[in-house]
């Protein structure tokens, strides 16, 4: 069953954030994942919710995703979003079996 990890995120220096999107994007691939959304026109409908940017990457399943998170190849990415390329709060969300 599918998995998606949803990204809310506020950049805050371009050059790391650009590092940062090299990084994941590679490391997001070779663990199976895909991106549904990146960073496109946000609306909101409901509530107080007003991310800046969102992202969602669909992964083959939860411990595809667990498996990307703590892997050695994104904690490279890892490490050049705690030097300031952003902030972002993560969620892990189990899809419906189809």
């Known amino acids: 069953m599918a998995a998606y990890v ?3 995120l506020e ?5 790391l954030l650009a590092e940062y999107r090299r990084l994941a ?8 994942g895909r991106y549904l959304a990146r960073g496109g026109e946000i609306l ?3 509530g107080g919710w007003t991310p800046r940017q969102i992202v969602i990457v669909e992964f083959p399943s939860m411990e595809a995703a667990k498996g990307w998170y703590g892997s050695p190849d994104y904690a490279k990415a890892l490490e050049v979003r705690h030097r300031g ?3 972002r709060r ?9």
Do not use: K
Not at 11 to 15: F, H, I, T, Y
């Open 6 to 8: 949803i990204s809310d």
């Open 11 to 15: 950049p805050r220096d371009e050059a």
């Open 25 to 32: 994007q590679e490391s997001i691939a070779r663990h199976g």
């Open 44 to 46: 909101p409908v409901e």
């Open 85 to 87: 390329a952003l902030e």
């Open 90 to 98: 993560l969620i892990f969300v189990e899809g419906v079996p189809t």
